[in-house]
């Protein structure tokens, strides 16, 4: 989704314009987005949530929303904006290290289809514009919970809380699909639990509930997946 990563400095300086999410390729075509905790309960409505490995190994909590690499992805023009993960609502702001989060900027590109005359991100006199405010509050929502992400994530694999998610047939290899992982059916909770403040507690048993039930959702997704091909 990320490849140019383009100061908030030089972006505002040369009063780049921003278009709504479906105008960029991430709402239409990224198939695996890194997701937090509390946006699982709507997406898990539409697309299985599940770990992967990222590029360095390292466990990586994403919606698989297609799984063809290359086809616009099933129902990308069915949904709102708001029922998108929170990195493509924010698109194109960015972190500069998305893996770290820290600073903000913009991924350097131009949009596919310019849906609408776009807008600033700040005006005349230097605020936010709305546009530019709805993509980083987006933005900053799914930074407020990347320590509780890496919590669970961490408690989940430190004890083998998992079990692989099998697709049928030559789907995996035909597809360049990596392997996936979901929390196994009636995980100990005190394994989980135990690293995570008690504030969160809900909200994390909220989200195993929505991962496992998400699973339903493949047999949808490989539907659509197919006959689109």
């Given amino acids: 989704m990320y490849s140019i990563f383009e100061s908030w400095e030089a972006a505002t300086g040369a009063a780049l314009r921003i278009y709504d999410p479906f105008a960029y390729r991430p709402a239409l075509y990224t198939r695996m987005v890194p997701v937090c905790l509390s946006e699982t309960l709507a997406l898990a409505e539409r697309w299985p949530v599940l770990w992967r490995r990222d590029a360095h190994g390292d466990p990586d909590l994403v919606v698989l929303r297609g799984l063809h690499p290359q086809h616009e ?123 995570i403040d008690p504030a969160h507690w809900r909200l994390v048993a909220q989200f195993l509930a929505a991962q496992r039930l998400s699973l339903y959702t493949m047999a949808r997704l490989i539907a659509l997946t197919e006959g689109a091909a």
């Fill in 73 to 195: 992805l099933p129902e990308a023009h069915g949904v709102s904006r708001t029922a998108l993960p929170l990195l493509v609502q924010a698109f194109p702001f960015r972190f500069r290290d998305p893996t770290a989060g820290g600073e903000i900027g913009l991924e350097r590109g131009a949009p596919m289809r310019e849906r609408d005359a776009g807008s600033y991100i700040i005006s005349e006199t230097g605020e936010l514009l709305p546009g530019a405010e709805l993509k980083l509050r987006a933005l900053e929502a799914w930074e407020a919970e990347r320590a509780l992400r890496h919590d669970v994530t961490a408690a989940v694999f430190r004890h083998g809380l998992l079990e692989p998610v099998r697709l049928p047939g030559d789907l995996s290899a035909r597809f360049g699909l990596p392997d996936f992982m979901v929390v196994v059916p009636h995980p100990d909770d005190s394994l989980i639990f135990g690293a």
